[in-house]
């Protein structure tokens, strides 16, 4: 069945960086568009950024600047580099893969505080 496993998340300082990655298992990676999502606390799940299978992205306006999202195919990978974070942005952190249905992982916790 197709498994998706979110790591690299934690506690950062404000302005600090952190890099998740999803391995993704069971599906065809390279043939879809992937992606990041985030949900606070009593917020609903918002987009954070997507990358096609030919490598275009998309980001929410309020990460354009600061984040990047790639793919390793070879590894059937999606990362996601958070800079300059804001403790707003503190949330559990989801990877999708959108292969006609929605795959989703189990989410990482990012936690933005000093």
């Known amino acids: 069945q197709v498994q998706l496993v979110e790591s690299g998340g934690g506690l950062v300082q404000p302005g600090g960086s952190l890099r998740l990655s999803c391995a993704a298992s069971?599906?065809?990676?390279?043939?879809?568009?992937a992606g990041w999502y985030r949900q606070a606390p009593g917020k609903q799940r918002e987009l954070v950024a997507t990358?096609?299978?030919?490598?275009?992205?998309n980001f929410a306006d309020s990460v354009k600047d600061r984040i990047t999202i790639s793919r390793d195919n070879a590894k059937s990978t999606v990362y996601l580099q958070m800079n300059s974070l804001k403790p707003e942005e503190t949330a559990a952190y989801y990877c999708?893969?959108?292969?006609?249905?929605?795959?989703w992982g189990q989410g990482t916790q990012v936690t933005v505080s000093s």
């Open positions: 999708n893969v959108a292969a006609g249905h929605d795959y």
């Open positions: 069971g599906i065809i990676f390279r043939i879809y568009t």
């Open positions: 990358i096609t299978s030919g490598g275009s992205t």
